[in-house]
């Protein structure tokens, strides 16, 4: 018999054991914890536990934050979520609260609201006592590998929680844990193929599109874009100017491509590939409009280099349109989720010839004429192309005088 099981069967008050049941035996339906620590609370108030508010605090491998808060309290019906930036670790107002009491190795944190403890002067305890809350407990969400999470409940009962009452909510904290721990796991796993292959090949894989050779081919909008000189800079650059520099670089790219229905499948050292899926006017559209605000984006980032005394980058942007073979590719124990064919070729090829014309950004015929772009563009000349058997129409952005 697992622990769990042991602590439903322990607990003698047939209400409670429902709510134990529930946790441990039908939950596995629900995907998501924020929804999750909504029910619990609502079941907890229908068996007369006074839950007004509750939390739960994760620590998760994001690389643009260090965790997330999900709060519940009466009134809401579904539970309100923060990201915490990293640093907070540092400071005060995390130094100085229960949750870091726990992370520092505390079992459990008790807090009769209505009275000031001069050992625990956490701002948090004051703002529910102004909210009207009168008791607070906290405790440790033990999750494997040494993973430490929080969860905390408080009440706005005139006289808090009855021993009762905190007793079950303690012998629900190594279910919750457990319960908590698989959607976690679940969300952290899908942060993460989104973080490295992006949204779109993330819902592929989390699909089970995992076998190697496995993929689809569709039409798509291909650009591949590259920093000039970057064998030169990462010579004479110090190591972490040059990561602050491409980071720089992919977060002015990053935000126009995306909004305007891009995703960037992988970056390249010094570049990127990046598709518009599903070929249509609209989306060849969308797609030249990203890149003007790609163009936009570069001289912003080139003036503040500049004020900043640093050398402004260059680069090329290549841009094509065509079937690509959308899929898995690589060994049998080492796999990349990405686009290939001539389409990408093609794409990887105009960006190349941006170097002899000396334009910044070289589009093809077939990308112009499919999206009625013609008004928008100059024509730059016809070029053989390395694989092509004829010239092909190459197009540039008209540039302002």
Known sequence: MSQAEELSDNDCRPVHRDILHWLLRETHGQRYIDNLLVELCERLRLTGVPVARSTLHFRINHPQWMGARILWRTGLADADIDTVDYGVENSPEFLLSPIHELYDGADEVRQNLLRE????????????????????????????????????????????????????????????????????????????????????????????????????????????????????????????????????????????????????????????LAVFPLVGEEVQKAAFTAVEEVQAAMQALNLAREAAEQPALRYGIGVHCGDVMYGNIGSSSRLDFTVIGPTVNIASRLETLTKTVRRPVLLSEAFIRSGGLEERVEHVGSFPLRGLSQPIGVFAPKETP
């Open 117 to 272: 403890d001069p050992a625990r002067p956490y701002s948090i305890f004051a703002d529910l006592k102004a909210a009207g809350f009168t008791d607070y407990v906290a405790w440790p969400l033990q999750h494997t590998l040494g993973k430490q999470h929080a969860v905390s409940f408080a009440t706005d009962a005139p006289e808090g929680f009855a021993p009762e009452h905190v007793d079950l909510l303690r012998t629900l904290v190594p279910i919750l844990a457990l319960v908590s721990e698989v959607r976690v796991k679940n969300a952290l796993a899908r942060t993460l193929l989104q973080t490295y292959v992006g949204p779109h090949a993330a819902e592929k894989i989390l699909a089970g599109a995992t076998r190697r050779g496995s993929g689809v081919t569709l039409s798509a909008v291909v650009m591949i874009f590259d920093v000039r000189n970057f064998t030169e800079i990462s010579d004479l650059w110090p190591r972490d100017d040059v990561i602050f520099m491409l980071n720089q670089c992919f977060d002015a790219l990053s935000e126009p491509i995306e909004r305007h229905g891009g995703e960037i499948l992988k970056f390249m050292g010094d570049g990127l």
